[in-house]
Every structure is written in structure tokens, then in C-alpha cells.
């Protein structure tokens, strides 16, 4: 099984994105520096020019690179708490164990953000996380992958905001803009067919938040994790194996 997590399968703009990074770390630059230019990375790395301005194209999209026009290229400075410089080399979003790593990381924080709101959500937090779960499900039904997103980022921090626990809210924040990274380097956006199961799990986590049951709130975030895994594993499966 690990044979068939060779590179062979990942276009070049991927592994280049990934020795990107690779470098930042290695060469210790700090948010806000100057990073070598496309053609001083593309001689470094080995590369077409056209190859490194796609991989710095995503690593903008995902706020690891930021790139000024005329000036050059630099590290991000708003990479916040878990991408920070001090997380140095922590998470590559090719690496498909980091990858697993961070569903389970998820699962924590996201089990005890839902626990807690259970207990501390206002009525203005719950109105949000339902407004949230209503557009998520409008962008199910009517196709529309960017919606869904929208509403799928909007009711997990909304749920973290209503856990009124500062530290929960930035780690939650932050596990899932790894995760956006992960799909946006490495799988293209959404995922297999698990939309509409997350569409009734979301509803389970929000009934049971808004009836005040903590330990019903953290077992159903704790299942819809659980299911966004096995859907990612299916579709590595699929793209992997055919």
C-alpha cells in the first residue's frame, strides 16, 4: 500500500509547490521575507518557469506565498497560529499522513468546540450556525461547489465561536485552512459524493447544540469528521487505483 503513494500520480506544479515550501523552511525565511524569483527558484528547483508560476499560483490561493507585482515574491505574514513560521516543516499538504493527522486533530477540536457551545451558544450564535447550515445545503442543491464551501466554512466557526473559547475558535480556524490547502494542492476541491451526508450531519450537530445537549453535539461532530475522512479516503482510492 505505501508503493501506491508514489508521486507519479501528482502534476509537477504539486511537487514544486511542495519543494517550495520545502525550501522556505530550510533557507529559515520568516513571514514578510523575500523569496528567490520565479527564475531563481525554477533554476534551483530544476523546473520550467511556467511549472513554478502555477505552484506559486496555489501557494497564493492558500496564503503561504504572497506575491507583489514589480517587487517580487515573499513569505506570507498572515499565516496564523498552526501555519506560522514556528510550525516550521509541520504540515506539507502533500503528505497524505499529515494529511490524516489533521482529520484527527479536527475531531478534537471540533468534538469540544460543539461540547461547549452545546452549553454557551446565544440565540444571535445559534441563528448564525443555522443560516450557515441552510446555505451550505443551497449550495448542495443547486450545484454550486463555492456556496456549499461558504456555508461548510461558516457553520464549523460559527460552532467554534459559539464554544466562546478564543483558543478553540483560532485552532479550529486554522486546522481547516490546512485543510483547504490540502484539497486545493492536492485533490482540486470538493470531495466524492459525501455533500449531501454533511448536509443531515450538520443538522444533527446544530439540533442537538440548540436543545443544549453537549455530549449528543460532540458525538455528532465527531461522526461527521469521521465520514469527511472516509470520503477522502475513497477519493484518494478512486484517483489513486482508478
Known amino acids: 500500500m505505501e508503493e501506491a503513494r508514489a508521486d507519479t500520480y501528482r502534476p509537477g506544479y504539486e511537487l514544486i509547490a511542495e519543494q517550495i515550501l520545502q525550501l522556505i523552511v530550510e533557507s529559515r525565511l520568516q513571514p514578510g521575507d523575500r523569496m528567490p524569483t520565479e527564475k531563481e527558484l525554477a533554476e534551483r528547483l530544476g523546473a520550467s518557469r511556467t ?25 506570507a505574514d498572515d499565516e496564523g497560529m498552526l501555519g506560522s513560521s514556528r510550525w516550521g516543516g509541520f504540515f506539507l499538504p502533500t503528505d497524505l499522513d499529515h494529511v490524516y493527522m489533521l482529520f484527527e486533530f479536527r475531531r478534537v477540536q471540533e468534538s469540544a468546540a460543539s461540547r461547549l457551545a452545546a452549553t454557551r451558544a446565544t440565540p444571535a450564535e445559534l441563528r448564525a450556525i443555522e443560516t450557515a447550515a441552510q446555505l451550505c445545503e443551497q ?13 461548510d466554512d461558516e457553520f464549523h466557526l460559527g460552532i467554534a465561536t459559539a464554544s466562546h473559547n478564543p483558543f478553540l475558535l483560532a485552532a479550529v480556524r486554522e486546522a481547516r485552512r490546512l485543510q483547504r490547502q490540502s484539497s486545493t494542492i492536492g485533490l482540486h476541491g470538493a470531495l466524492g459524493s459525501h455533500a449531501a451526508e454533511a448536509i443531515t450531519e450538520h443538522a444533527a450537530i446544530y439540533e442537538a447544540i440548540r436543545r443544549g445537549d453537549p455530549e449528543a453535539a460532540a458525538a455528532a461532530a465527531g461522526v461527521h469528521l469521521d465520514k469527511t475522512l472516509e470520503d477522502y479516503r475513497r477519493e484518494i482510492q478512486r484517483r489513486l487505483f482508478g
Open 51 to 75: 511549472v513554478v508560476r502555477e505552484a506559486i499560483k496555489i501557494l497564493s490561493a492558500v496564503g503561504r506565498v504572497r506575491a507583489q507585482k514589480g517587487r517580487g515574491l515573499y513569505v
Open 139 to 151: 449550495g448542495h442543491l443547486t450545484d454550486q461547489t463555492a456556496l456549499f464551501d461558504r456555508g
